[in-house]
């Protein structure tokens, strides 16, 4: 696996470690309205299966896109992907914000869920990498056409935005994760 995705795969194993399926469960305290550890997993595995579906889709159609980042797109690219800082308080889209939880399930199998979602980005990233090479060549929904690289950083940081929220919401618990 490249490196950067399997950093982003240890620290999910990381964060994840420990928790059964009750703790997985857990809120902020002081925000009943946040999502629990086991739906912001899920919110990353469903922005890693649309991140499939894109590759999958640009693979297809074997061009790489042509389409240019706009002024804006180029801001997002630079401030997440270059200096790593990712957005605070911003709602998730509607595609990929989590279901309520029907069936809780603890950390070890959220953290094989988020496993088979990289180990399939990985090998598209691959694919596509070979096909198109190092530039430009498929887009996110946000930050406009990536890079395959830029596509790796982007999990990446997102990832970690989002497990500093899982440790937060541990730490309020006082549920340390095994070191």
């Known amino acids: 696996m490249d ?13 994840l470690e420990g928790l059964d399926s009750t703790q997985t469960q857990l809120i902020p305290p ?5 999502w629990s550890i086991q739906q912001i997993i899920q919110h990353l595995c469903l922005t890693y299966a649309f991140t499939e579906a894109a590759f999958e889709a640009r ?6 896109t042509r389409a240019q980042p706009t002024f804006r797109q180029r801001i997002g690219q630079f401030s997440v992907i270059t200096l790593g800082i990712f ?10 914000a989590p279901p309520r939880v029907v069936s809780p399930v603890c ?4 953290a094989l869920y988020a496993d088979d979602h990289l ?4 090998k598209l990233a691959n694919q596509a990498e070979a096909l198109f090479g190092h ?7 946000i930050l406009g056409p990536l890079t395959i690289h830029q596509w790796r950083r982007f999990h990446l940081i997102h990832g970690r935005h989002h497990l500093k929220q899982v440790r937060a919401i541990r730490s309020a618990y006082r549920l340390s994760p095994k070191t």
Request: glycine share 6%; aromatic share 0%.
């Open 59 to 64: 693979l297809a159609k074997r061009p790489p």
């Open 87 to 96: 957005p605070n308080g911003r709602e998730a889209p509607e595609r990929v």
């Open 30 to 34: 002081s925000s009943p309205e946040k």
């Open 107 to 110: 950390g070890a199998d959220l």
């Open 3 to 15: 490196p950067i995705l399997q950093q982003l795969h240890k620290e999910i194993v990381s964060v």
């Open 135 to 141: 530039g430009r060549c498929i887009s996110h929904m």
């Open 119 to 122: 180990t399939r980005i990985d």
